[in-house]
């Protein structure tokens, strides 16, 4: 466990694989800084699809806000063909 700003913080990562109905591979990879107490206090979750055509990914980067809840900071797409669409 670290401290910032005089609150003990962790980083919990959970990794996740599956197929999906289409039989392309889902892969989900989740951070999240926890304070002690439980409370998420930002996240980064990156999710990425694989198929036979190439594979995208998304990367979504969320802060608490004023309001307690998770708020979206950033958003970014990235798609990336087989060399026989590119």
């Given at each position: ?9 962790e ?31 930002a ?20 802060v ?9 900071v ?13």
């Amino acid at each position: 466990m670290a401290e910032q700003d005089g609150v003990e913080v962790e980083v919990v990562e959970v990794v996740t694989e599956a197929a999906d109905d289409e039989g392309n591979l889902v892969v989900d990879d989740l951070k999240a800084v926890v304070a002690e107490d439980g409370t998420v206090l930002a996240t980064e979750e990156t999710i990425v699809v694989v198929s036979a055509d190439g594979a995208v990914a998304e990367d979504i980067i969320s802060v608490i806000g004023d309001d307690g809840e998770l708020e979206v900071v950033e958003d970014d797409v990235v798609v990336i063909a087989t060399e026989e669409q590119a």
